[in-house]
């Protein structure tokens, strides 16, 4: 197969959702559909239930989960799909927003019970920075749910996009009759007691008869008319505003029964993009390039705490990446040569000659990378939209065991290489600041820093309201602004100005007193 053939059919995302709404359930019937898996029950939700929060084995089974579980490759139907996992606790969300730095698309999970949750609105503020296309699964139709209209009102009004059913469904909860598709003009019929994989009923026109001798006439009545009605409010479906990211198609089903999943399936793989361009600092990179790059959303420590390597996850974004050729590392200004890259195919990896755009592959490193590095054949590409968030949550944090200080800033560094959190240096007292955004960050630190480098740290309580990065092009008033608020300034890792505001109001006075600097929430502007 060719190189843009390669590509081409190449269909990289991820699937987001409040936790519970069934993201870990679809993704596997995904996967039984690619035929990567073969029992249901094989792919592990990675979610910390509420009430594990010390469990510090349950941090260890997450970490170890979603390495396994990070990417999911498998090929179906000629395509070449790569399911990126985001982990569900929203403690880890800030891994999550970087995962979805290297997808080309998302599906989202709604449960069709609950409707809009706060994790989902968060995820697609981030989708809807990055103009990803987005696609809506609304799951649980076997139990009773919101009404179908009210559902996609709210989508619209919370996720602020415009929604297009591609399917319908014939009641809810245990009156759940099934959906009619109207991508595909047919109708597949619901029985909970076996997982259908039956083939729909071709119904071309809903006028058709037939319908009523298969769903009965008061159902078949009901279809017909909400389909008219919402014939009337949506517009025909096109694909244009869905790869442009202002559009969601949605499907009705539900995932346990692996009802539904088919069609989103096949209707996914039809008019999801395969990889799209990528921005850097200069100029985008199209996947058709000719020469490789690629760059590093995430990094895994290894679960052996004896054997300190970490595997890098890059995303390729242009040309064909080969094993053991020299590809330069952007940030280090050198070249490097991979031995043993690794694929990600559903459970397994192995390791592989060659991957192309779209594809994920892992990288054994021993320090020498940090999320957001780039790799190339020599041009200097930063990639961009790898932004930091302000944390919600700061603590100070300090050496409890004087003997083992270089221990502590070592792992510090490296755990900050990984992105667990966020590090800041107050340039008042030259203090160390974490800040995540939420407290089981703060116990995955400590534990690892003990059990990976020997470390003990303390936390000291500090309130803050946010992060700020601020930029301005007036030199003086930056200057002055600095100097007045010194005990608030500190650095983030990559040296940039950070003002540490300690409540709401406080930033409201300061925005309102130097009117000439940008106050911003993330790192990248
Ligand atoms: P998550 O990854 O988004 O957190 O959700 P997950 O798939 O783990 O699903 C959360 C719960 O919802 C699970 O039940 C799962 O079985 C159930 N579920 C998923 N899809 C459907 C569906 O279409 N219909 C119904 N009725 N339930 C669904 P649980 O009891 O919390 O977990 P488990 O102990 O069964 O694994």
Redesign the pocket.
């Known amino acids: 197969m060719g190189f843009i053939e390669e590509i081409k059919r190449r269909r990289t995302f991820g699937i987001i959702?409040?936790?519970?709404?069934?993201?870990?359930?679809?993704t596997e019937k995904l996967l039984l559909f690619g035929g990567a898996i073969h029992v249901a029950g094989a792919v592990k939700?990675n979610?910390i239930k509420q009430t594990a929060t010390s469990d510090f084995m349950e941090i260890e089974k997450q970490r170890g989960i979603s390495v396994a579980t990070s990417v999911m490759g498998f090929e179906y139907k000629g395509y070449k799909v790569n399911i990126l996992d985001t982990p569900?606790h929203q403690d880890f969300a800030e891994d999550t927003y970087r995962t979805l730095t290297a997808v080309d698309s998302v599906i989202i999970?709604i449960d069709a019970a609950k409707g809009v949750e706060t994790q989902t609105r968060k995820l697609m503020e981030v989708c809807r920075m990055r103009n990803t296309p987005v696609m809506v699964f609304i799951?649980?139709?076997?139990?009773p749910t919101k009404d179908p209209f009210d559902l996609l009102d709210e989508i619209e009004a919370e996720l602020k996009i415009n929604v297009r059913p591609l399917s319908w469904p014939i009641g809810n909860g245990t009156d759940f009759q099934g959906v009619y598709n109207l991508y595909e003009k047919n109708l597949y019929l619901f029985s909970p007691s076996k997982q259908t994989l039956e083939e729909g009923i071709e119904i071309k026109d809903l006028s058709d008869s037939q319908i009523e001798t298969i769903i009965g006439e008061k159902a078949a009545n009901t279809l017909r008319d909400e389909v008219e009605l919402f014939e009337g409010v949506y517009q025909e479906f096109d694909n244009t505003p869905y790869l442009e990211g202002s559009l969601a198609p949605v499907f009705f089903?539900?995932?346990?029964?692996n009802f539904g999943v088919r069609e989103l399936l096949h209707c996914f793989l039809e008019i999801a993009p395969s990889p799209r361009p990528s921005k850097t600092e200069h100029r985008m990179v199209e996947p058709r390039e000719e020469k490789f790059s690629g760059f590093v959303f995430k990094i895994h420590a290894n679960m052996d705490p004896n054997h300190r390597n970490r595997i890098a996850f890059v995303k390729i974004c242009s040309g064909k990446f080969e094993r053991n050729t020299p590809y330069l590392h952007v940030q280090l200004g050198k070249d490097l040569k991979f031995s043993s890259p690794t694929a990600f195919m559903a459970d397994k990896k192995s390791i592989i000659d060659e991957a192309y755009p779209g594809d994920i592959i892992g990288i054994p490193d021993s320090g020498n990378f940090k999320i957001g590095d780039c790799l190339s054949q020599g041009e200097k590409l930063i990639f961009k939209g790898l932004p930091s968030f302000s944390p919600e949550l700061f603590q100070y944090i300090e050496n409890a065991d004087p003997l083992k200080s270089k221990q502590l800033a070592k792992g510090i560094d490296q755990l900050m290489d990984e992105g667990v959190a966020q590090l800041f240096i107050n340039q008042f007292n030259n203090r160390k600041i974490i800040g995540t955004v939420g407290q089981l960050q703060f116990e995955v630190i400590q534990y690892r820093l003990l059990h990976e480098y020997s470390a003990s740290c303390r936390w000291e309580g500090l309130s803050l309201y946010k992060a700020c990065w601020i930029r301005s092009e007036n030199q003086a008033e930056l200057n002055d602004f600095k100097q007045r608020k010194n005990q608030y300034m500190a650095k983030d890792k990559y040296g940039r100005d950070v003002f540490l505001a300690d409540s709401s109001y406080m930033l409201q006075m300061a925005q309102e007193q130097f009117k000439n600097i940008e106050f911003h929430f993330t790192s990248e502007f």
Do not use: E, I, Q, Y
Request: aromatic share 0%; proline share 4%.
């Open positions: 959702s409040h936790p519970d709404a069934g993201k870990t359930t679809l939700s979610k569900g999970v799951n649980k139709m076997d139990r089903g539900s995932a346990l029964n």
